[in-house]
């Protein structure tokens, strides 16, 4: 049984930093592409950030290029999202999935993830 759990949500002014963590379980870690998504009030849900399993070739959506960084431990199954000069914006349900195949390419389409986290929510106030 895979599991997937976001950690490292919470409160924080605008500027601010964040440090999320996805831990993973069930599954061959080191050989699946991983992601980030984000869901806001009212809006659909995004792809903001992804790694492919060979840990190189990180894709970013324009709306967190150059401030979020993605990165992932292998040794410890663990996905970690760096969050910096945070907005209000921002605010949002932060998940965590792991890509449907093995070896798979870098994708921001939530259709390509199969296992997902419950979320953690980020809340960035002005």
């Known amino acids: 049984q895979v599991e997937v759990v976001e950690s490292g949500g919470r409160l924080v002014q605008a500027g601010g930093s964040l440090r999320l963590s996805c831990t993973v379980s069930g599954l061959t870690f080191g050989a699946v592409t991983m992601g980030w998504f984000r869901q806001a009030p009212g809006k659909e849900r995004e792809g903001i950030a992804c790694l492919p399993w060979t840990g190189v070739g990180a894709s970013y959506d324009d709306s967190v290029k150059g401030r979020f960084a993605v990165s992932r431990e292998n040794a410890k199954n663990t996905l970690y999202l760096e969050m910096n000069s945070l907005k209000p914006e921002d605010t949002a349900i932060y998940y965590c999935?792991?890509?449907?195949?093995?070896?798979?390419?870098?994708?921001?389409?939530?259709?390509?993830?199969?296992?997902w986290g419950q979320g953690t929510q980020v809340t960035v106030s002005s």
């Open positions: 999935a792991a890509h449907k195949n093995y070896h798979s390419r870098s994708s921001l389409r939530t259709d390509d993830y199969r296992y």
